[in-house]
């Protein structure tokens, strides 16, 4: 799978707040689901623009790794969490310090 690096950090940072949500006890299919205003809280997302936001979800979308509402929520789809498991085969400490490389 090729992404661009937005996707690729916002891929990241999604798949940090989805592990944290599951280790705090939130079921799966509830931790897979984001709200449109997700990014606000995330340093590396934060000071993106609402249109960049939108055009790396519809990359990802396009990707088969979320399914997007019309209010701007997704939903990750099972292709993304395979994904981002073999990439981060240690979970969240591993995709925690990758995405701390991100934050000049």
């Known amino acids: 799978m090729q ?9 990241c940072s999604v798949y940090k707040s989805y592990l944290s949500q599951r280790k705090e006890g939130v079921s799966k299919a509830n931790a897979k689901h984001f709200l449109c205003d997700f990014y606000n809280g995330i340093p590396v997302l934060s000071s993106w623009s609402d249109d960049d936001i939108d055009e790396t979800l519809d990359e990802l979308k396009r ?15 099972d292709s993304f969490i395979i994904y981002m498991e073999n990439r981060f085969k240690n979970g969240l400490a591993e995709v925690t310090d990758f995405i701390t490389k991100f934050i000049p």
């Open 63 to 77: 990707a088969g790794f979320i399914k997007k509402y019309v209010d701007g929520g997704f939903l990750l789809q």
């Open 3 to 11: 992404l661009t690096k937005d996707a690729d950090k916002l891929c």
